[in-house]
């Protein structure tokens, strides 16, 4: 059983646990954006960990230690894309960046009311909450990266004047658990940029958005 909803690398297909009305924190990035080391030493330690956690008996502890090894994990992961020196940066291309906070923006109210974003030169968070259709279920996370990608993958591809993947396939998601999760998470976010070490506070860099 595993106890991680973080992976470095996994299948495209892989389900999404969504519950209805939650808030999704998402972090999607270019294809390539990572060398295959990397994720290979990543997938490694998320092994090393399942097993420690194996070996705790009490299911509270069990579940917070996990909480606790997600967060971790997908910092090493951040990180290493804020300073990987290999694969596209595309997106530091500011009519890339453009198109795709543009193509952020147009699903807010839409299929999903937006709360803030971070477009890196590689990557891309996004906290939002997902909307309820008509018929009473709630638009899927699926459905809002598949089209979201297509599109900004199909335009970025025009403009650069190149062909082949553009995002890479797979994802990462965390349903947010409350209020005090919200503040930390939005305050990650916008902060990426700083901690990237290319702006000096948070409002400098252009591709920022918390919702007012």
């Known amino acids: 059983m595993s106890h991680l909803s973080f992976r470095p690398f996994y299948r495209r297909h892989l389900p ?11 972090t999607f990035r270019l294809a390539n954006s990572l060398p295959r080391a990397a994720i290979g030493e990543l997938m ?3 092994q090393r960990v399942e097993k420690n956690l194996e070996q705790i008996a009490d299911p509270a502890e069990r579940a917070r230690q996990a909480y606790l090894e997600e967060r971790r994990l997908f910092g090493k992961w951040d990180e290493a894309l804020d300073t990987s020196q290999q694969g596209p940066r595309w997106l530091a291309d500011h009519r890339i960046a ?7 923006h147009y699903r807010d109210g839409r299929v999903y009311t937006l709360h803030a974003f971070c477009i890196m030169p590689n990557h891309v968070h996004l906290v939002c909450t997902p909307l309820e259709k008509s018929d009473g ?3 899927s996370l699926t459905a809002i990266l598949h089209f979201l990608k297509r599109y900004t993958a199909r335009e970025a591809n025009r403009i650069l004047g190149r062909g082949g993947a553009f995002w890479q396939a797979e994802s990462y998601d965390h349903v947010v658990r409350d209020e005090r999760e919200f503040r930390r998470i939005i305050a990650y976010v916008l902060n990426n940029p700083v901690k990237a070490g290319l702006v000096s506070t948070w409002e400098e860099w252009p591709w920022n958005y918390l919702k007012g």
Do not use: N, W
């Not at 999404?16 to 998402?26: E, K």
């Open 98 to 104: 453009e198109l795709v906070a543009e193509s952020l």
């Open 16 to 26: 999404h646990i969504q519950p209805p009305g939650a808030t999704l924190f998402i």
């Open 137 to 139: 279920t709630y638009h």
């Open 44 to 46: 490694a330690e998320r």
